[in-house]
C-alpha cells in the first residue's frame, strides 16, 4: 500500500492497523522499527492482528502520534478500540454512540446503525412484533394502551417513524436487519438488559396465573452445563415454532442459566 490509510475509512482497528504497517513497509519502515517506537516488541502488533491480544489503550497515544493523527481522528480510533475489545458494555455503549456521530461511519454503516438503534430499544422489538397481530393499529395512544410496561407517547411515535422509514412494520415489512458481528453483540447486550429490567418488573405488575416464571440453583460440571444449554435452546426452538392464527397478545420468554460461584484460585 502506497497510499497513507485514512482512519474513518476503517471500522475495524485491526484492518487499519494491517494496512498501515503495509504503508510503512512501502516505504521501508519495518513493523519492528515500528514497536521499537511504542515501547512494545516486536511479536506484539503481530499478536494484536492475530486477535491473540487487544491493543491496549495505554499506547494509544504513542501509536497517534506516529500515525499523526488529529484529535477527532484520535478520538475515532480509541472507540473503534473500545467497541471492538472492551469487556465493559456500558464503555462500548458510549463508545458506539460517539462513533456513530460521525458522518463517515453512519454514511458507511448505516446497517450497524439501524440494527443498533432497533434493539438498543426494546419497544422498537416489540412494537414490530405487535404490528404483525391482526388487530394493529398504527396509533401511539392504542400502543400506548396495549403495553403493560409504560411508554410515552413521544417514545411510540419515534419508534413507528423509526419502523416505517427502515420497512420493519408489518405493513411494509421488506428489510431483513443485517449489521457487523461486534455490533450485532454490542446491541444483543443492551437488548437483553432492557427486557431482563422489564422481566423484574412483572413480578409486581403481572399476576401470577398471567406469567410463569420457574427457577432453581443446582450445582453441575462444565460438561453438564453444556448439556443444559442444549435443553435450553430446544426448548426455545419449540416455544418458536408454536403455531398462532389467531393472534393475541405478546409474551417475552427467557430461559437463563449463569454461574454464581468461580473457581477458587489455588
Known amino acids: 500500500m502506497k497510499i497513507k490509510p485514512r482512519i474513518y475509512d476503517y471500522f475495524d482497528y485491526r484492518e487499519f492497523l494491517r494496512d498501515y504497517f503495509a504503508f510503512e513497509r512501502s516505504r521501508k519502515v519495518s513493523q519492528r522499527t515500528i514497536a521499537k517506537k511504542i515501547g512494545v516488541s516486536a511479536a506484539y502488533f503481530t499478536m494484536v492482528l492475530s486477535r491473540k491480544r487487544n491493543l491496549d489503550l495505554s499506547y494509544l497515544e504513542a501509536m497517534s502520534d506516529l500515525i499523526n493523527l488529529n484529535v477527532s481522528e484520535r ?14 458494555s456500558n464503555e462500548r455503549s458510549s463508545a458506539y454512540k460517539a462513533l456513530s456521530k460521525f458522518r463517515s461511519y453512519r454514511t458507511k454503516r448505516a446497517a450497524d446503525v439501524v440494527t443498533h438503534r432497533y434493539l438498543d430499544n426494546w419497544y422498537y422489538v416489540a412494537i414490530r412484533e405487535l404490528s404483525f397481530l391482526p388487530d394493529f393499529k398504527e396509533d401511539p395512544e392504542w400502543i400506548k394502551n396495549r403495553f403493560l410496561p409504560k411508554l410515552k407517547q413521544r417514545e411510540i411515535e419515534q419508534a413507528l417513524g423509526f419502523l416505517k422509514k427502515n420497512e420493519l412494520l408489518a ?96
Open 171 to 266: 405493513s411494509n415489512n421488506q428489510k431483513a436487519l443485517d449489521c457487523s458481528e461486534h455490533i450485532y453483540k454490542l446491541s444483543l447486550t443492551n437488548y437483553h438488559q432492557g427486557m431482563l429490567d422489564i422481566a423484574k418488573d412483572s413480578i409486581e405488575l403481572v399476576k401470577r396465573e398471567e406469567r410463569s416464571i420457574l427457577g432453581f440453583t443446582k450445582s453441575m460440571s462444565k460438561a453438564n452445563f453444556g448439556k443444559a444449554r442444549e435443553i435450553m435452546q430446544n426448548a426455545i426452538y419449540e416455544l418458536e415454532q408454536l403455531e398462532e392464527s389467531e393472534g393475541g397478545e405478546l409474551f417475552q420468554f427467557y430461559l437463563l442459566g449463569f454461574p454464581l460461584t468461580k473457581k477458587e484460585n489455588k
Open 75 to 88: 478520538s475515532y480510533f480509541k472507540n473503534l478500540i473500545i467497541v471492538s475489545d472492551s469487556q465493559d
